[in-house]
């Protein structure tokens, strides 16, 4: 069969982008190696700048339905509470930030609502489609699998995690470090015994890592993340889950009354030498992997995705030259390099979970796309995230919304733009100041200035019509 992008892997890079290239009504379909979604919790925290990509996408009704709060840390110790250990700085929701904290919903659950959402828009899950080889040409990849008829694609992108077949074979390392040499267990079970509101933890004690219970929002599970000395093989099996609980806590072994899910892994901190290999990009864990430790990965790789889809579509639908997909590595590959030093930062206790975790203040000010033509700009500037508010009336998130570039004309007269471009105009919005601001689809300022002229040249040259 053919298709114009074969995207590898459901998890929440791919299928975040299957959805855009769906309301984009671009023709492509996801894979999966194995026979359904993935059904663990790892990655269980939402920043508020993919709360702001998930509104866009249509999605963040339903996660906000599913989720909630994160619950402030109570430390034990002997069986006793000795003390609350806040997790998070606290912030306030703003006019212009309306999502101040991370949302908690289990990995499985986000992934159940991301391909509900792509179902509704009629894209596709192929699942039980494990990838062995591929070869590219100038027009396209052909995708060969363990079963099933090869798929001819125009454009791949791998997202199927940090132990990628697709990077792997094409020759592309990953430059990083171990993290943490002591290997972690991570398991969704079912408990009594631990109240709800609390995010339970016990320090090591003697040889002993520590043991975190976590109650997992709008599930019935609590997700146990154990800590083993440094060669431990761990053991997987709900009696050796429970044999862990009970010497690291006060419950009995049989406060356990279910294990769900388990995995073990060792932390550590990697970043692919390239995101793209021609007619092929690597997007999520296959291009960057995170310690878990505030909340990064997942994050960063829905953004991946967001920033990839708009991209291809514009090329697909002939309204932009190839030479726009180049700006993907050069966009992604600096933010993931920086987040992966905020994981390890936040790993080693090096950093807090707070204003660099929120990922509201990321930015491409250096990319070729984009264009500030002030001299002496200041507050908002081309590069930055968009920011909500109202601008006469109108919302500005609301605005954006959907696959188009947006114009915000605050105090500046709005030149003629393409049809596909919507147009906000108003006397003032404090968050942007006076000017005119050229809004990607994927929320960021591509252009900033007062020249109408520069602005429709800008335009002519980027923006889909």
Not at 366 to 372: H, P, V
């Amino acid at each position: 069969m053919n298709t114009d992008v074969l995207v590898v892997g459901a998890g929440p890079t791919g299928l975040a982008l299957g959805i855009d290239l769906a309301r984009r009504g671009v023709d492509a379909l996801v894979v999966e190696k194995a026979d359904r979604l993935f059904p663990g919790s790892r990655g269980k925290g939402l920043q508020p700048r993919t709360m702001e990509v998930f509104d866009d996408l249509g999605v963040l009704d339903a996660i906000l339905a599913v989720g909630g709060t994160y619950p402030v840390g109570m430390v034990w110790q002997d069986g006793e509470r000795v003390g609350e250990h806040r997790m998070f700085d606290p912030a306030e929701a703003t006019e212009d930030s309306p999502y101040n904290a991370p949302w908690m919903v289990p990995q499985w659950r986000t992934q159940q609502v991301l391909f509900e959402r792509l179902e509704e828009l009629g894209g596709r899950v192929s699942f039980g489609r494990e990838v062995v080889g591929f070869e590219q040409d100038a027009d396209g990849v052909t995708v060969r699998f363990a079963a099933g008829a090869d798929v001819r694609a125009r454009y791949v992108v791998a997202a199927d995690g940090g132990r990628s077949v697709v990077r792997r074979t094409l020759g592309i390392a990953m430059t990083g470090e171990t993290v943490d040499p002591n290997p972690l267990l991570v398991a969704d079970v079912r408990i009594t015994g631990l109240d709800r509101d609390n995010w339970h933890v016990f320090p090591p004690r003697g040889e002993s890592g520590y043991l975190a219970v976590c109650p997992l929002a709008g599930t019935e599970d609590f997700q146990v993340v154990a800590q083993f000395p440094e060669g431990t093989v761990v053991d997987l099996s709900p009696d050796a889950i429970r044999a862990v609980v009970t010497a690291r806590s006060h419950l009995a072994a049989e406060s356990v009354t279910e294990v769900r899910w388990a995995s073990d892994f060792r932390p550590r901190a990697a970043l692919a030498d390239r995101f793209r290999s021609g007619r092929i990009f690597l997007a999520g864990d296959a291009a960057h992997v995170h310690s878990p430790a505030g909340g990064q990965g997942l994050n960063t790789s829905v953004q991946d995705a967001y920033n990839l889809g708009w991209k291809l579509g514009a090329v697909l639908r002939g309204d932009a030259p190839a030479a726009l997909l180049d700006t993907y590595e050069e966009e992604r590959r600096p933010i993931a390099a920086h987040m992966l030093g905020i994981s390890t930062g936040v790993h080693r206790g090096e950093v807090r979970r707070g204003e660099a975790t929120r990922q509201l203040g990321l930015g491409y000010r250096d990319s070729s796309l984009t264009e500030e033509t002030r001299t002496a700009p200041s507050g908002l500037r081309a590069g930055d995230r968009a920011p909500d508010g109202k601008l006469d009336g109108v919302r500005l998130f609301d605005a954006f919304r959907g696959p188009h570039w947006t114009l915000v004309a605050v105090g500046v007269e709005a030149p003629e733009l393409p049809e596909s471009v919507r147009v906000v105009t108003g006397e003032d919005q404090p968050s942007y100041g006076k000017g005119l601001f050229l809004v990607r689809p994927d929320g960021y300022v591509g252009w900033a200035g007062e020249d109408a002229a520069t602005l429709v040249s800008y335009a002519g040259r980027t923006v889909t019509r």
